[in-house]
């Protein structure tokens, strides 16, 4: 269930305890909320004040809360782009420092085919949010915890496995953040990469994770702490695929 239910269904079960659950049901159905005061204030005040919810207790659902929706904010973000270039790659950076933007001193035939360069390897970032497919709301309302049943659809756009070395996919659930790194190759090869995003774009393609086929890509998952090793193991594949030796 979207977790603001699970968080009500939570706050329903206590408020039956109350013996004027009725009444503050009532009181609720004519509520006006003015952040930051809401319905779901209403009822745990009402709660602590009954010592039908004590404040151990509270502490208790408010960390549930927060682990169940860590990266909630990230939902937030409006702006694709804001999402995408400053957010995702400010967040790729801290977890691989190492990391470069590249620049025409460094490379003089660049002119923005890629997010940065690990030495010599050049990597390119896309990142996507997992979000129900089915729901007309901003991203915040159906941002997807990684365990739920519904369906979701992430797009990963404008590929250009040509423009450099690895791709590095950062995917965001409200919960958790994975991460896939892949050879240009791997891409360019995978049964669901599309060619030809947009008429004209020769080199261009997408390619859409849904719960239907994100496993075949478990291969390429890799943890937080395991990026910058993972970029270099996918570049040496890179080397090998490219001269028509798969077997690495």
């Known amino acids: 269930m979207p977790d603001m239910e699970h968080l009500q269904e939570q706050l329903d079960t206590l408020l039956q305890q109350?013996?004027?659950?009725?009444?503050?049901?009532?009181r609720l159905g004519n509520l006006v909320s003015v952040y930051p005061f809401n319905e779901y204030e209403y009822i745990i005040s009402h709660l602590l004040a009954a010592d039908s919810l004590t404040l151990d207790a509270y502490h208790e659902l408010r960390d549930d809360y927060l682990a169940r929706n860590m990266f909630l904010y990230i939902f937030?973000?409006?702006?694709?782009?804001?999402?995408?270039?400053?957010?995702?790659?400010?967040?790729?950076?801290?977890?691989?420092?190492?990391?470069?933007?590249?620049?025409?001193?460094?490379?003089?035939?660049y002119s923005g085919q890629y997010d940065f360069l690990l030495d010599e390897i050049k990597i390119e970032v896309k990142a996507s949010r997992a979000v129900d497919a089915e729901v007309d709301a901003p991203l915040y309302v159906k941002a997807l915890a990684s365990d739920s049943n519904k369906s979701f659809w992430m797009n990963f756009q404008q590929i250009k496995p040509a423009c450099c070395d690895v791709f590095v996919w950062v995917a965001v659930w409200r919960d958790t953040i994975k991460y896939w790194v892949q050879s240009s190759y791997e891409v360019e090869n995978s049964v669901h990469y599309s060619k030809g995003q947009h008429r004209g774009n020769v080199g261009e393609g997408q390619l859409h994770l849904r719960p239907d086929n994100i496993r075949d890509f478990d291969k390429f998952q890799v943890g937080s702490n395991a990026l910058r090793q993972a970029m270099m193991?996918?570049?040496?594949?890179?080397?090998?695929?490219?001269?028509?030796?798969?077997t690495v």
């Open 18 to 26: 109350m013996p004027d659950a009725d009444a503050i049901r009532e």
């Open 233 to 246: 193991d996918a570049h040496t594949r890179q080397q090998f695929q490219r001269s028509g030796d798969t």
């Open 76 to 109: 937030e973000i409006s702006a694709p782009r804001t999402f995408g270039e400053s957010w995702a790659q400010g967040h790729l950076k801290e977890l691989v420092p190492d990391l470069q933007k590249p620049s025409k001193k460094r490379d003089p035939n």
